[in-house]
């Protein structure tokens, strides 16, 4: 067991057969509210004893047997709805049988006693558990990322199915609150966003550059290179499109970093006037790199980076940019 009671405490919402919380159960009031009041009872006291408990290890092993323990646990719970399953009807009948009596209804995947005076509470109270579910698992991936602990790797290890999980927050910071398809979802009938195989494809690739050596330069972390230009394909142009698809990026990433000769030169999707933010991003990449991470190329090698991966900036005109205080807005 765990010495942080606070996620023993959702453990147990979690993995209790919520017939057995009928008459004996905790308080349940705050599951039974949206996901604001969830995070504001439960996930903000469990993000203090996430990092915490991190802290308290002293080697990246340490870290990672911590993390596989949480997930380890968290793959026991009965109370949430996985992504795999969203189409299930929340109101079928099971029909008798020796196993099942006739009193139990199936809401999803989660068996619930129809005998109570409010039957609602139950399907709050299931609903309750899938945010808190996916709440924690969005946590532990945001501490990865700040702790460097390869989240995807160790649910790889641990055979967890992590396309029954938004995975977002393993590659870029992405989101900030929960999905409004499993804020505002009906009863347990969640319905977050799907992840098509493509998209997982695409994050398993990304997490396998970011551990990859940089070839640009050795001492500079690839995970750092690809936290800072994700930018590009969060935020969007003037025309309501991205800077770079997903695809765009990854091929930078491996022609600018990778050194793969094979990867052709992308177009970044902006207007003129966004320009001189975009070589702004550059500059902050090559201040940090040489003020933080003391890398030893000059301005001309990042400029260089920068117009042999992309084709549609004049070399001078990077060149004029890529100083401090140029560009006061960025992405």
Known sequence: MLQYSQFDECIDFLTTPIEQFWNTGPNRKALLGSAEVIIENYIKFFTKELEAAILSKTTPDQKADLIRLYVSRLM??????????????????IPYSNEMPPFFIRIGNALVVNNSEDPSDDLRYLRGCNILYHLIFDELQKCCRIFRIPFLELCEELNFDIETINV?????????????EIENS???????????????NIKRELQQIMISENQFWRGLPMDFVVNHFSVFTSKKSRNENVFLTNEQFISFLKRGFLKDPTQPVQTINCSSREKGM??????????????????????????????????????????????????????
């Open 76 to 93: 026991k719970s009965i109370n949430h709805r996985s992504v795999k399953n969203l189409q299930a009807d929340s109101n079928a009948i």
């Open 278 to 331: 975009i070589i702004k991003t550059f500059y902050q990449f090559y201040d940090v790199a040489v003020g933080q991470y003391a890398c030893p190329h000059t301005k001309v090698y990042f400029i260089n980076l920068f117009t042999d991966c992309f084709n549609n900036w004049d070399p001078s005109t990077v060149k004029d940019f890529f100083r401090p205080g140029k560009v006061n807005k960025q992405l």
């Open 186 to 200: 009906r009863e347990v009938n969640i319905q977050p966003k799907i992840k098509v195989p493509s998209d997982l």
């Open 168 to 180: 977002e927050y393993s590659i870029k910071n992405g989101r900030k609150e929960i999905s409004p």
